[in-house]
C-alpha cells in the first residue's frame, strides 16, 4: 500500500475548525478503504470516521457525527477529514489508515484492529 503522510492538525479554540490530510504513495487511494482515528491521553484508540472504496460511503462515530466531513481526492491519492465545532474533547493524536473495512457494519470500536497501514499521527488540540 505504501506510506501515509499525515497533515494538517494543530490548536485551536473551542468551536473552531482545523482540517487534516492523508496522502498516500504507492497504490491508489481509491482501491482501498481510508478510515480517520483518534487516541487521547489514557483512552484507547478509536475510530472517527471512515469512506469506503467501492462507491464512496462515509461512517462516522457518533460523537463526531454532523460535525466531522471525511472526503477523498483520487487524482491527488489523499483523504480530507474538515473538523468542524470542535470541542475539548477532541483533543487527541490523530491518525489515519488504510486496508480495513467500511461498510453498514463499521464500528468505531473495533475498526481499530481491522486496519493494517497507519499513518505517523498528527495532534489536534482543543482550548476551552
Known amino acids: 500500500q505504501g506510506n501515509l503522510l499525515q497533515s494538517g492538525g494543530g490548536l485551536v479554540q473551542a468551536g473552531g475548525s482545523l482540517s487534516l490530510a492523508c496522502s498516500a504513495s504507492?497504490?491508489?487511494?481509491?482501491?482501498?478503504?481510508i478510515g480517520w482515528f483518534r487516541q487521547a491521553p489514557g483512552k484507547e484508540r478509536e475510530g472517527v470516521s471512515c469512506?469506503?472504496?467501492?462507491?464512496?460511503?462515509?461512517y462516522y462515530a457518533d460523537s463526531v457525527k454532523g460535525r466531522f466531513t471525511i472526503t477523498r481526492d483520487n487524482a491527488k491519492n489523499t483523504v480530507y477529514l474538515q473538523m468542524n465545532s470542535l470541542k475539548p474533547e477532541d483533543t487527541a493524536v490523530y491518525y489515519c489508515?488504510?486496508?480495513?473495512?467500511?461498510?453498514?457494519?463499521?464500528?468505531?470500536?473495533?475498526?481499530?484492529?481491522?486496519?493494517?497501514?497507519w499513518g505517523q499521527g498528527t495532534q489536534v488540540t482543543v482550548s476551552s
Open positions: 489508515a488504510t486496508d480495513g473495512y467500511c461498510g453498514s457494519s463499521w464500528s468505531p470500536l473495533s475498526a481499530v484492529y481491522e486496519y493494517d497501514y
Open positions: 504507492g497504490a491508489p487511494f481509491y482501491i482501498n478503504a
Open positions: 469512506i469506503s472504496s467501492s462507491d464512496g460511503s462515509t
